[in-house]
């Protein structure tokens, strides 16, 4: 019976550690790893998922250009956020994401040659964040 004790205390402390580690990794304010983000992206359908867009904003919101990168990419197909989506994709280019550089060039193209504004300067961010890129600044997301 006295082993039976000593074991339960024990069971029961590795169980109490565990809970609390991961208490420790699922913090409020953290940005998880690029796959997690991309993961969540998917979720968002045709018909939005608000909660997972909502998290992917935080994140954007926290910093992860993955997280703008991919938020920018849902707000491509609704026409009244294609100027957020512009701003998010300069945002994570910027920040040295090679994909959100290449959404940068893809909407400059799709403004024309007559780009002005907020095109433009798109377009000039997007070709820095490539040239960069290309010499080896950047390390892929």
Known sequence: MELFNKSGVLVSSVLVLVGALI??????????????IEAAAMQIGPQGQPAAERRLQEWADQGS???????????????????EALALFERAASAGDAQAAVG?????????????GPAASAARTAGRVIKEAASG???PH
């Not at 909407?107 to 040659?113: F, I, K, N, T, V």
């Open 23 to 36: 208490a420790c990794q699922a913090q409020e304010g953290t940005v998880p790893a690029s796959t997690v």
């Open 65 to 83: 250009a993955v997280a703008q990168r991919e938020l920018a990419l849902r707000y491509l197909s609704n026409p009244a956020k294609r100027g």
């Open 104 to 116: 940068l060039v893809g909407m400059a193209h799709d403004a024309g040659d007559g780009m002005a």
């Open 137 to 139: 600044n950047y390390a």
